[in-house]
Nanobody, 129 residues
């Protein structure tokens, strides 16, 4: 049964913006941390941003200051606002539900694929120079 359904994405010029949306099953939304991952051609899947059930967030260094992860409990939805996009941001983006590791000395850790068991179908983001 599908629990995460993505929308958004597409093609944009360098410097442009896109917003990704992930509609999440209610039980999943309330139970798990949520995150966005991406995979570029020829590269491994990487965690982009995560948000836990206390609304704490984490980001991979390359997107800090440009991307914002958020969630809306009234809509059971997860969002990724992407600004100042560059060709290096091109890839397939996935939302996922699971767990974020919070380390005492480092704070909320960047999402790891191994910690996320429920996945959206993916959506392509292409940034042209």
């Amino acid at each position: 049964q599908v629990q995460l359904v993505q929308s958004g994405g597409g093609s944009v010029q360098s410097g442009g913006s896109l917003r990704l949306t992930c509609a999440v099953d209610g039980a999943t939304y309330s139970t798990y941390d949520l995150a966005w991952f991406r995979q570029a051609p020829g590269s491994e899947r990487e965690g982009v941003a995560g948000i836990d059930r206390s609304d704490r967030t984490s980001y991979v260094a390359s997107v800090k200051g440009r991307f914002t992860i958020s969630r809306d409990s009234a809509k059971n939805s997860l969002y990724l606002q992407m600004n100042s996009l560059t060709p290096e941001d091109t890839g397939m983006y996935y939302c996922a539900a699971g767990y974020l590791l919070n380390l005492q000395g480092l704070g909320l850790m960047t999402p790891r694929p191994v910690d996320f068991r429920l996945w959206g179908q993916g959506t392509q983001v292409t940034v042209d120079s």
